[in-house]
Each structure stands twice: as C-alpha cells, then as structure tokens.
C-alpha cells in the first residue's frame, strides 16, 4: 500500500464513509463524475458534500453517495483545517444557512397556498435531494432541471441507494419527480418542461439555488424573464440567491452574473413582494453563526453599497437571500 492510499484509509475511517460508496456500482458512477464532469456539474457534488458533512443541521440521507468520496474528503480536510485554526466560520457554513433557508421558505409558501396540487421546479437542480426529504412535498411535483450528464448519473446513484438493503427505507416523499434535461442556457428550456408536465397554470415555486451566478448575465436574465412571463396567471413563489459583485470576482472564470440589488431587479421584471436577506438576518443564522466575530454580521453592520470593508480592506462579498411573487397581489406568508 502506498503512503498516499495509507492516508486516504486513515481520512476515510475518520470520515467514516458509508459502504455502499465503496461498492464496485458507485464507485464507477463516481469515476464518471470525477473524469468525465466539469467543473460547473462538480460544483453539484461540491453542494451534496456540504450538506453531508453538516448532517447535525441538514438531515440528507442521500447526500454522501451523490457527493462521492473526492468530493467528501476535499471538504472535510478544511472543516478540519478551519475548526484546527479556530477560524470564525467552518467551510459549508454558508452552504448550510443556505439550504434551511430555502427549506424554510419552500414549506412556507408551499403553507401559503393553502390545499391544491402544487408544483415546485428546482432550476440547476445538482444533486439537490429534496423531492427525497422534504415530508412538505407529498402534494406537489418536483421538477428537477440540469444537464443531462447529471440528471443520469444521479439518477443512477439514486437506484443504487434504494437498492441497497441498508437502504430501502428511503423512498421520494414528494408526489412525484420527473427529471427535466435541459440546459437552461437555451431558449427552449421551458417548453421541455412543459413537455415533461409542468403547467404554468398551476401553484408553483421556483427554486433557484445555486444556479444564476453560473450563468452568463444575459442567460440568467432570459432564465428570471421567462418565470416572470410564464407564472403571472397563477400562484407563484421564486426562491434565488444572488452573489454580489465582489462575490462573483471571487473565480471570473466560474461566476458571471451578480447583482447588488436584486430587491430592485425582480419587480422590473415583473415580481412583486420582493424580499431579501442576507446571511445572518434572524431568518437566514439557524444558529449557526455563534462566534461574535463572524464575517456576516460584520457585512451585515455596512451598508449595501460598500464594496470594501473600509475596516480592513476586505472585499464585502455577499450572498442574498431573495423571495418574490410572481402574481401581482400575492403575499407569502
Ligand atoms: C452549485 S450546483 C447547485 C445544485 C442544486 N441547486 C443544489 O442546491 O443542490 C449548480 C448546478 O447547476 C447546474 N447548471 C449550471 N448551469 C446550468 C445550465 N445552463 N443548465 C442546466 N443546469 C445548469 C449544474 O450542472 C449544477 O448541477
């Protein structure tokens, strides 16, 4: 054995992986993955492994083996590393305030609606396992959008966990999911969707997490302007989060769009009931920001329009937390 394999045991048994991700099955999806992806479909398996790793807040079951072992252990080395240094925040943590953040807004407008069929389009839709633990979504249709490379490989992964003996309890809670290749680049990703069922005129929410900084500024305005378009007839929530300027200069080659005032931008695209947050806000911390030092609650005693700390220099980046109506009068409650 060499010493390099000697270390990933050692990481493993810490990590404590679970065995259907060594299977010979999974391992080759993964190969895949690893090999064949790029860097914006990694950025799907990047997110799993965040929210495998804060399991004490996110309860994922499927999040280890649609993130895989690379994914896994590059993520865990810096938690280790940040909790060693007693660094202010834990990597993930972002990712974590995330994901309840649009958990908790998902049940509640999914409660605003009231009885009925819904429909909820997850947009980008990665190795996102809500339609798997979200209880909230046994009335609606989950709608999941990505290229097909990932829907296929997850789809893949995901037989091989209900086929696992270990792992057979775990079944899709929503109503139904149907997957939706796509890339949203093109024009013509909303007719797909209607094609694979979704109706415009039903309830729906759109889950935008993760996606629109990947996106060239033109394709993540076509993309908000056709939900706008699509969805005034009807019931409807969009749930997105939007980097700022100084966040997307953070790798120019992986982000393109940003926007510092998305509370500006939606109603002139037709939403309304506009609101924002910011990591931090009491509806976007779920306990997770205990160090009284933390970078967000220090941005968020700056105004929004400074994009340098004037304390330290630092870049001020940001990540908002924005929903909005698509329906003229509807207010989420
Ligand atoms: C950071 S991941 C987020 C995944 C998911 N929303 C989540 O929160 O788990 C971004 C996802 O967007 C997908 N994506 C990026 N650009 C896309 C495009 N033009 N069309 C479809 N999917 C895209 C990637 O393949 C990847 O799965």
Redesign the pocket.
Known sequence: MSMDEGKRMEDDLELKLPELLMSEAVQSLHAIVDHQWDS??H??C???AGRALWNHVIHDPVAEILAGKSFLRSLYEKMKMDKLNNAHEVSGVILAVR?LWFDSKLEAAIDSFGDGESQVV???????ARAYRLSCLKESSVYE???AE?LQIKAALLHEVTQSPKHRHIEIKAKALVRVP????DGD?IEKLKRSGFVPERKTIW?L???LY??HHL?AMQVLQSIAANCSVTQTVLLADFMNKSSAALSTSTFHFYNDWPDHLLPTLGFSSVKLSQIGDPDARFGLLPDPQNLFDKLRSLPRSIQTNPEDGTPCRRLYLVEASGFPNQTIS
């Open positions: 914006l479909q950025s799907a990047q997110t799993a994901t997850l947009l980008g839709a990665g190795m996102d959008v990505d290229f990932v796509a890339d949203i680049s990703w889950v997490e993760g996606i990947y996106l394709h």
